[in-house]
Structures are given as structure tokens and as C-alpha cells.
């Protein structure tokens, strides 16, 4: 499996799941590995708008969010 560039960093990860070890294993193992990051809400953010764009309580199954917020930017 292939490791999204973003998880190592990724403050959602690294601060705000780690209360909920089981829940971050499912997000990460559904958006993060096996390359299908482009699934993730939190990537798709960062790939378009960069890093500081991404809201810190996006979580990574919202990609119906980040479409929205993306067609508020164009």
C-alpha cells in the first residue's frame, strides 16, 4: 500500500484524532493507504487551494464539503 505524502503532517491525524485511535485507523485506512487519497475531503483542500486552506475540522469523509467550499473559491 501507498502512503498519502499528507498523513505524516497531517494536524488531523497528529492532534485532533488522537483521542480515537480506532476511529483514525479506519479514516486513515480508507482515505490514506492504498493511494485513493483523492477521496479524501482534507487532500482535495490542500491539493487546490494549499495547506493553510484546509479547515481544521474537515474530516476526511466530507468531500461533499470540499467540493462546496472549492466552488465558493472559483
Excluded: W
Aim: glycine share 4%; with cysteine.
Amino acid at each position: 500500500m501507498s502512503e498519502c505524502e499528507c498523513l505524516p503532517l497531517c494536524p488531523f491525524f497528529n492532534d485532533k484524532m488522537k483521542e480515537k485511535p480506532a476511529m483514525s485507523q479506519i479514516y486513515k485506512k480508507r482515505y490514506c493507504l492504498g493511494g485513493e487519497n483523492e477521496k479524501c475531503a482534507r487532500h482535495t483542500i490542500k491539493v487546490a487551494l494549499g495547506s493553510a486552506n484546509v479547515p481544521m475540522d474537515l474530516y476526511p469523509n466530507q468531500i461533499e464539503k470540499a467540493q462546496e467550499l472549492l466552488a465558493v473559491r472559483k
